[in-house]
């Protein structure tokens, strides 16, 4: 057993190496892939709308809103933090991505 678990460890170690790496080439694909021309010869911009924020924050504030609020149930808290962290996370994975593709 003691062979198996250590033949899966070594496993596990070389597994991230076979990845294939980010070449220069897949980063300008990526790069097309949020920028393009449109009809008109406008740069045109893909702007992300905000749902990985809103659910990441949602989460965050609802367990800190939990932490913070001691007395009773604490659902109040939860709840509060939720909507407040989801608000924020939406709102912050806008306007970071505003600053990168105009």
Do not use: Q
Request: glycine share 16%; hydrophobic share 35%.
């Amino acid at each position: 057993m003691r062979n198996l678990m250590l033949a899966f460890g070594a496993a596990a170690m070389v597994a991230p190496t076979l990845i294939a790496t980010t070449t220069d080439a897949d980063a300008r694909r990526h790069a097309r892939y949020r920028e393009w021309r449109g009809e008109d010869g406008r740069l045109r911009c893909r702007k992300p709308d905000g749902t990985t924020g809103l659910v990441v924050g949602a989460v965050a504030g609802g367990l800190l809103g939990r932490t913070i609020d001691t007395r009773g149930d604490r659902t109040l808290g939860t709840v509060l933090g939720g909507v407040g962290g989801a608000l924020a996370g939406r709102e912050i994975e806008r306007s970071s991505s505003s600053r990168r593709c105009r």
